[in-house]
């Protein structure tokens, strides 16, 4: 099956900017949806922002004008550039991919804090 593999996160003060990268293998990337989804300890997992394979992109109220979602099909990778961090944007980044089956990624953790 598709494998998706997270990387980018990191610790980041207040107001700073983290990049994060979703590497996918496979051949059907560019047929796929892609998403960003986040989970802090004890809340549920939550959609940050999605992008369809005709590049249509979608955000959480929370992240708009903050964060952009975007792909590179010719590498089979999904970005998600994060600027003007909030410590309530602390949590685990998951990556997701959906054609027939969904798949999720291992996670990256984002921490924002002073």
């Known amino acids: 099956q598709v494998q998706l593999v997270e990387s980018g996160g990191g610790l980041v003060q207040p107001g700073g900017s983290l990049r994060l990268s979703c590497a996918a293998s496979?051949?059907?990337?560019?047929?796929?949806?892609m998403g960003w989804y986040r989970q802090a300890p004890g809340k549920q997992r939550e959609l940050v922002a999605t992008i369809s394979s005709g590049a249509i992109t979608n955000y959480a109220d929370s992240v708009k004008g903050r964060f952009t979602i975007s792909r590179d099909n010719a590498k089979n990778t999904v970005y998600l550039q994060m600027n003007s961090l909030k410590p309530e944007d602390t949590a685990v980044y998951y990556c997701r991919a959906s054609y027939v089956l969904i798949h999720w990624g291992q996670g990256t953790q984002v921490t924002v804090s002073s």
């Open positions: 496979g051949t059907i990337f560019s047929r796929s949806a």
